[in-house]
């Protein structure tokens, strides 16, 4: 059967051999044709028409399946089916059309993780490939350490870390998740045996399962040395971390297959350690919404898009990488707060950096492309145009003292600029297939002399007709031009016989008969091969443009780094002005006094509204707060902004506050809502459950926690007791005891302030006028006895019958206090609505004691040898309460 396959159907087959896990489109003319199951899949995910084609030289009823895109769209159908997960081969042609086979070969393969091309990235987000190596260190089969490194072949950031277990109870996969929430990768490469027992991933990474030996220790020292031209990984910070070592190779070798191009920019790799930042787990980033809205998923309505105020995508995508991994160095933090405060002090040269970012386009990925030899003719020019900015900004941070190391690290490359400045046209096309032009006259005399001579050809066929007419006394001869004939002498059948001698016939026609000359037959041969000719020597000299270019790469990547972080600084200085945010005063004590905080988001949400500000203070003596107060009323958004202040603060960012002094905060926790995760068989309950519990084995005394009517998810005394229970956890554990903020329904668990020492109650304040209620936002010591639940209902259009039976209901209940059972309370009958008399009395899960010697009695009742000592120091804080208050 293959004797009897076409040479197009060979050729085709003989690529595919090579990648028979991707989709390969095969360029036949004008079109990317797919075929076999490729063109079925495409089809199907493309909305594609699915036709057929013979494979026989004999014509054969042999048909396969073929779908085809459009070679000039090509990237924006493989944009989505990279966004799919599917991986790309690309088979161009490598020569023009002719009567023999079209030599053809792959010129990419694209995966999520490495994408190039301008139109498939998002110019303000890094597009991240990531290698994960967990080690088998458990009897079990599970893992405690693993090496992850990561890659934007786009910009060149390339780092690795090496993970482990934690002794304060954090598994190793449990820090791999959250460095995966912040990374957020693209495409996860991962040993295929760990691929097939089932890692988990965060939404958006597509799985690539590579072959062990990819991962080998000695072949990752080979590659290493090779690719870095090193003997040793002790200058990259990896000597002692293997698994971080065999990572980073795998994404070499990775790279080598499919993006091989891509590897000279990959100039250094950097060793880093999660301990240096603050940990967000994928929980906390969600919740928050700190680069995107929980519904949506959209930037504007997250603190990204508040912040985000930056003019390059550099500065846009540094900024995101900043509120994704906040700093735990407080000379860090005060270095860029400086730098803010510098900016933020000076309106008029915060005005004029603004303007000097403008011009600047992505000077980071520019210059990657140039040096991956993937740059087009436009890109240059961006390039160009860019650096030519780099002087003025230069000046503007002329006398900034904090900003000074940067001013020092913007280079101009100016012989970059003459290079570019000389060599390529103002007017290139966009890239080097469509047309000639791309290199500027007079920068190839090689090119020059083509031009010329084209030039001089075309004005000798240009006077060819005057001069013809004339030799031959022809006066209807004319001298034209056709992609089927070329040149060409036109002359009527009636003037046939005045043909000279030297014409030799080209073509016949019904009324006239074409004619070349051996001299016309030479012009046209210049005219004709020099487009051919020029293009292939333009490619060249572009080529080697590059090449310079790229010599000046680490200049490039410092100044393009340097451009961002001074763009960041002016952005984060912008929105401090414009939303009058303070600076903040950071510390190593662990404390925290926010007065007049708000929440970022929110308050540029108020159209026409003042927001409430709110206090809010931490110290050693007062660590737990218990918030209660009405549905609506504001409590989530208020410990909400405590969460996202402090965050804000430990980017080196202004924050939204009349003051604040913060004690820098390891980590983050938030438990705020949750969603039936029926694919996991997880109920609402269970999913609240998990995220508390992993909350109280990974926090440390330095933590701040965020948590949200726990124990809401199951029945009334269960969520009580469950939410006292993790108080009282957070309370008297020794690694704990750190700041946190509890909103809740449970009044009752106001009176725990009665018997922990460091609980303090606050409540949102309502204002009420009869049955309506305003609710004032504001946040003030005590705790509150109603939720106003009815009120909600009312406000948000319950029909009037249905409210009206509630308040009914409710008054039934409240009178007959926690003895009530449903059927006790009476049917509503027409007419007026029942007068009973409303108690405020609440669930007795901290009743009065009513022994003449309570403490004496609890002492008695106590099982001591079966308590654990944190229910032992709560019974003693219950104790010290009682005879406090004892009267006797």
């Known amino acids: 059967m293959s004797d009897d396959l076409t040479p197009m159907r060979q050729q085709f087959l003989e690529i595919k051999a090579q990648y028979p896990d991707k989709i390969l489109l095969f360029r036949l003319g004008d079109f990317y044709e797919a075929f076999d199951s490729d063109a079925e899949i495409i089809a199907r995910e493309l909305d594609l028409v699915l036709t057929g084609r013979p494979i026989g030289t004999r014509g054969s009823g042999t048909r396969i399946p073929m779908a085809g895109v459009p070679y000039r769209a090509v990237d924006s159908y493989v944009a989505r089916l990279v966004e799919k997960g599917y991986h790309v081969v690309i088979a161009d042609q490598m020569e023009p059309p002719g009567k023999k086979l079209v030599r053809r070969e792959v010129t990419r393969v694209i995966t999520p993780g490495t994408i190039i091309e301008p139109g498939m990235l998002d110019q303000r987000q890094n597009n991240y490939l990531l290698a994960l190596l967990p080690a088998d260190s458990k009897p079990d089969g599970g893992w405690d ?52 027992r089932g890692v988990t991933l965060p939404n958006g990474a597509n799985l690539t399962p590579l072959p062990s030996h990819r991962f080998d220790l000695r072949a990752a020292r080979t590659i290493l040395f090779e690719h870095f031209n090193v003997t040793t990984l002790d200058g990259f910070g990896l000597g002692d971390k293997p698994l971080a070592a065999r990572a980073a190779a795998a994404i070499l070798f990775y790279l080598r297959e499919t993006q091989r191009n891509s590897l000279p920019q990959i100039g250094t790799l950097r060793a880093y350690s999660t301990s240096g930042f603050m940990v967000l787990d ?25 912040l985000d105020r930056t003019i390059t995508p550099m500065g846009s995508r540094l900024l995101r990488t900043w509120i994704g991994q906040p700093l735990l160095d407080l000379n860090k933090l005060n270095a860029r707060l400086e730098a803010v405060s510098a900016l933020h002090a000076d309106g008029v040269r915060r005005a004029e950096v603004v303007a000097a970012l403008r011009p600047i386009s992505d000077l980071e990925r520019l210059s990657n492309r140039v040096i991956g030899g993937v740059a087009t003719p436009r890109d240059l020019l961006a390039l160009r145009t860019s650096l030519e900015s780099v002087p ?20 101009p490359c100016r012989e970059v600029i003459d290079l570019i400045a000389a060599a390529i046209a103002d007017d290139a096309p966009a890239n080097m297939t469509d047309k000639t032009g791309v290199i500027r006259p007079g920068y190839s005399a090689e090119l020059d002399d083509i031009a010329a001579s084209v ?42 016989a005045k043909v000279p001698a030297d014409y030799m016939e080209r073509a016949t026609l019904v009324n006239a008969r074409r004619y070349i000359t051996p001299e016309l037959k030479h012009y046209e041969t210049i005219v004709l091969n020099a487009e051919e000719q020029t293009l292939s020597l333009e490619a060249r000299i572009f080529a080697e443009i590059c090449g310079t270019i790229a010599q000046s790469a680490d200049r490039l990547l410092r100044t393009a780094r340097a451009v961002a972080h001074i763009d960041v600084f002016a952005a984060l200085a912008e929105t401090a002005a414009r939303n009058n945010y303070c600076r903040p005063i950071l510390t190593d004590e662990d404390g925290l006094d926010i007065r007049g905080g708000r929440h970022p988001v929110v308050e540029q949400l108020l159209n026409g509204e003042r927001y409430v500000p709110n206090d809010h203070h931490f110290d050693a003596e007062e660590r737990i707060h218990i918030i209660t107060g009405p549905n609506m009323s504001g409590k989530s958004t208020a410990i909400r902004q405590v969460a996202i202040i402090t965050l804000m ?54 933590s701040l926690l965020i948590l949200d009517e726990i124990g809401r998810g199951t029945s009334t005394y269960d969520g009580l007791a469950i939410a006292r229970a993790v108080i009282e956890y957070i309370h008297n554990h020794p690694r704990l005891n750190c700041k946190t903020l509890f909103a809740t329904h449970y009044h009752e668990l106001t009176e725990l302030d009665k018997i922990l020492p460091r609980i303090r109650n606050y409540n949102v304040s309502v204002l009420e006028d009869g049955e309506r209620v305003v609710f004032l936002h504001k946040l003030v010591p005590g705790g509150a006895d ?13 029909p009037k019958t249905v409210v009206n039976r509630a308040r009914e209901i409710l008054s039934d209940l409240e009178a007959q206090g926690a003895d009530f059972s449903f059927k006790d309370i009476p049917q509503p009958t027409a007419g007026a609505r029942r007068g009973r008399r409303v108690s405020q009395d609440q669930l007795p899960m901290f009743a009065e004691p009513v022994a003449p010697h309570p403490a004496v009695e609890l002492l008695r009742a106590m099982r001591v040898e079966e308590m654990s000592p944190l229910e032992a120091m709560t019974k003693l804080y219950e104790l010290q309460r009682m005879v406090r208050e004892y009267k006797g």
């Open 282 to 306: 994928a929980n906390t980033r969600r919740n928050l919404e700190l680069t995107e809205t929980i519904r949506g998923g959209r930037v504007q309505g997250s603190l990204l898009g508040v």
């Open 145 to 196: 350490q693993a090496g992850l490194a990561y890659v934007d072949i786009t910009t060149g950031e390339f780092a690795a870390t090496q993970i482990a277990s934690s002794p304060n109870g954090l598994e190793a996969p449990v820090a791999v998740l959250e460095e995966l929430a912040r990374l957020r990768p693209r495409e996860v490469l991962l040993p295929k045996e760990w691929a097939e």
């Open 455 to 496: 030039a001089d050809a075309k004005a000798w066929i240009a006077n060819l007709e005057g001069v013809e007419r004339e030799r031959t006394g022809i006066k209807t001869l004319k001298v034209a031009y056709n992609k089927v004939t070329g040149y060409y002498i036109e002359v009527s059948m009636a003037n046939t």
């Open 786 to 798: 109603r939720s106003y639940g009815i009120h909600v209902a009312q406000l948000a259009g319950m």
């Open 649 to 702: 603060a430990q980017i080196g960012s202004f924050v939204p506050a009349e003051s604040a002094i913060i004690g820098l905060v390891d980590r983050i926790f938030t438990r705020i809502g949750a969603q039936d995760e029926i694919h996991a068989g997880q109920s609402t309950f269970m999913v609240e459950m998990t995220e508390t519990a992993a909350l109280l084995a990974c926090a440390t005394n330095r």
């Open 392 to 411: 003025n900004l230069r000046a503007t941070l002329q006398g900034a003292d904090a900003l000074n190391s940067l001013r020092e690290r913007l280079d």
